[in-house]
């Protein structure tokens, strides 16, 4: 064991620098504001005679470590100690680890197992797992993974904690499949697997929508008898909503609940969401209904997903009704509330609603971001109010909002349908020079407004750009660059395209083949619109 201390101490001192790390600790006690009672109590224990024993101390320390953002107050405590002639044993040690882990200053926590083992401490395995969990809550995962591996070569030990930690972080980094052979490495060897580490890679595997293999999984710790959680369940249900798979996303719902497992806000939301994604907002009306059975209160984040449910199927005053009443309830909304509802007045061309609501949510202290503004700048510029709309990009300007690609777009939109489209084109070259760059969804609206502003060529000509600077012009680009050929009855340059299009690897869509069938049509041009209308049948366009 003497060797194995004897190393660490040489690793501990060789993985972090000790020359800067023993600074005064500067920040004085008044500056914090923690629990009044523990600092009390804390300061009546040290100017007892006898000094209690360090351990009421580390109670203390403890208590205050486990509270957020009172790890600099334990530090500072832990220095009034020492001052005071109480010397720390190896608990008192592991909470200063902890606390610097959380601060971010590793190298702290490294001279703390430094100075474990040289007064004569043993670090125990809550020592190791908080190095680990500093490590890897600080993105050092590789670090952390030289660390157990050095560690365990060395004859000590880590527990379920540590090796969770580990798991979690490799996860954090996108490498679930090693977080797997992780799992394989330790079980029946180590440490006794648990629904913590199975459920950190299943959550991984679901966002990453690997959702067979999370499924594997799951069914692998049912078989082994870890009991899944709440946790579990939730991942698994977010897993299956994202890649559209409803119903085996409700089916675990049910089996959880067969399970005694109890859903909590957060699993009835991601249904919610998910149901109102698909437009079923009766279903997740449903289960407001059912979690409001078992006791489960909704919050502001489910109210979210129904106001935006109501919206995509175009009951705005519906979602307005759940505003008021969960305001009445005691249920605050935020930003995205108010966003949901400003957007969803804007889309159905309710501007003067959704500007009432704008001015509500600045009244009631809630800043508008730049979603907010983005929703009624495109509301404002669809119902013709331009100079509204450039009033309030001012107004963002002036508040610290900076306007984004989105912003501009809208208002290019705008000059383009209102024929002002070299203003839109001057827009453009202004916001390219202030570093803003326009997006596909920008130059599709500007060669769109190009073609039917009569200036087809110079629409083509950036079209003949922007595919030589190798932009992703997608399905919709070339639908408007062929509309615009057949406008001009330019029937050859339309078929062109359409070859090339598929030749970049852009697949036809019905709008593709309709655009040129009624041109060809229209100027008689039968044999050709016949011979494209087969072509569009055999695709299964049609």
């Not at 508040?399 to 939109?413: H, W």
């Not at 383009?416 to 453009?428: E, S």
């Not at 600077?469 to 062109?496: H, P, R, W």
């Not at 619109?529 to 695709?539: D, G, P, S, Y």
């Amino acid at each position: 064991m003497w060797f194995a201390r004897s190393r660490l101490i040489s690793y501990s001192n060789s993985l972090f620098s000790f020359h800067f790390l023993f600074k005064p600790f500067s920040h004085s006690l008044h500056q914090f504001t923690p629990n009044h009672d523990a600092l009390s109590t804390f300061h009546s224990l040290l100017h007892m005679h006898p000094t209690p024993s360090i351990i009421q101390f580390n109670k203390i320390l403890g208590f205050l470590a486990k509270t957020k953002n009172h790890y600099t107050t334990v530090i500072s405590l832990s220095h009034q100690l020492e001052f005071n002639g109480i010397t720390p044993n190896i608990v008192t040690l592991n909470i200063l680890i902890n606390c610097y882990s959380h601060l971010g200053q590793l190298n702290f926590a490294f001279s703390t197992l430094g100075k474990i083992l040289k007064l004569g401490y043993e670090p125990t395995t809550v020592t190791l797992n908080t190095l680990v969990n500093g490590l890897c809550l600080n993105g050092k995962v590789s670090e952390a993974l030289h660390f157990h591996d050095y560690v365990v070569a060395h004859g000590l030990h880590f527990d379920k904690f540590g090796y969770a930690s580990l798991i979690n972080g490799l996860c954090k980094m996108g490498e679930t499949r090693v977080a797997v052979q992780m799992l394989r490495k330790i079980e029946g060897k180590l440490v006794r697997l648990n629904e913590v580490m199975y459920s950190t890679i299943i959550d991984s595997f679901c966002k990453d929508k690997c959702v067979d293999d999370a499924y594997e999984l799951y069914c692998e710790m049912i078989a082994k008898r870890i009991s899944p959680d709440v946790v579990t369940f939730s991942s698994l249900i977010y897993g299956f909503c994202i890649v559209g798979q409803l119903k085996k996303a409700s089916s675990f719902l049910k089996e959880m609940v067969l399970k005694n497992i109890y859903p909590d806000v957060y699993t009835f939301t991601i249904l919610v969401d998910a149901l109102c994604k698909e437009g079923n907002v009766k279903e997740a009306k449903n289960l407001l209904v059912v979690m409001m059975k078992e006791g489960v209160i909704p919050n502001i984040v489910f109210y979210n997903s129904l106001m935006d449910g109501y919206c995509l199927v175009n009951e705005v005053n519906k979602a307005e009704h759940m505003l008021r009443t969960i305001s009445r309830m005691g249920v605050t909304p935020n930003v995205r509330s108010y966003n949901i509802m400003i957007n969803g007045f804007c889309k159905m061309k309710m501007v003067n609603e959704a500007l009432s609501l704008f001015n509500e949510m600045c009244c009631k202290g809630i800043t508008p971001n730049t979603v907010t503004y983005n929703s009624l700048i495109d509301g404002l510029c669809k119902s013709g109010r331009i100079s509204h709309a450039w009033k309030l990009v001012d107004e963002m300007h002036d508040k610290g909002q900076p306007a984004d690609i989105f912003t501009y777009s809208s208002l290019i939109d705008a000059l383009c349908k209102n024929h002002l489209v070299d203003k839109a084109i001057a827009l453009v070259k202004r916001i390219k020079d202030h570093g803003i760059l326009p997006n596909m969804c920008t130059y599709n609206i500007l060669i769109d407004g190009l073609c039917k502003g009569g200036q087809l060529k110079n629409a083509h000509n950036i079209f003949k750009d922007l595919l030589t600077k190798g932009y992703g012009l997608d399905v919709q680009t070339y639908n408007i660059m062929i509309n615009g050929f057949c406008k001009e009855g330019l029937f050859d340059e339309s078929e062109a395209l359409l070859s090339k299009m598929e030749d970049n690897g852009i697949i036809p869509n019905a709008v593709t083949y309709e655009t040129i069938i009624r041109a060809l049509f229209r100027k008689d041009e039968n044999e050709k619109a016949v011979k494209l209308l087969r072509e569009m049948i055999a695709r299964g366009l049609l």
